[in-house]
Nanobody
């Protein structure tokens, strides 16, 4: 099974930027849907962005226009560029993966993903 390792989290001020990375233990090219989720203390895990195995992306309304999901298939790495960060973006960010055919769209439901990383913390101060 694929293993996922996130990195790139940190502490920034409101309005700042971060770029998160998620490296997979095997190629995810055209075989997996990939996603980023986040979980703040005391809250449920919520979907942030996903990219299907055909390359189409989907974003939560709260981050659309500020966050960008992308992948580098040669490096087996998924990215999440976080711009214009707000204190409410503070959370543990997780990447997730699931085997999926190229024609299947991605959705931001935790139940749609079987493989998860350990998370990377993002903290945004006002």
């Amino acid at each position: 099974q694929v293993q996922l390792v996130e990195s790139g989290g940190g502490s920034v001020q409101s309005g700042g930027s971060l770029k998160l990375s998620c490296t997979a233990s095997e190629s995810t090219d055209s075989r997996y849907r990939l996603a980023w989720f986040r979980q703040a203390p005391g809250k449920e895990r919520e979907g942030v962005a996903c990219i299907d195995s055909g390359g189409t992306t989907n974003y939560a309304s709260s981050v659309k226009g500020r966050f960008t999901i992308s992948q580098d298939n040669a490096a087996n790495t998924l990215y999440l560029q976080l711009n214009s960060l707000k204190p409410e973006d503070t959370a543990m960010y997780y990447c997730a993966a699931e085997v999926a055919p190229v024609w299947a769209p991605c959705w931001l439901f935790t139940s749609h993903y079987r493989y998860w990383g350990q998370g990377t913390q993002v903290t945004v101060s006002a």
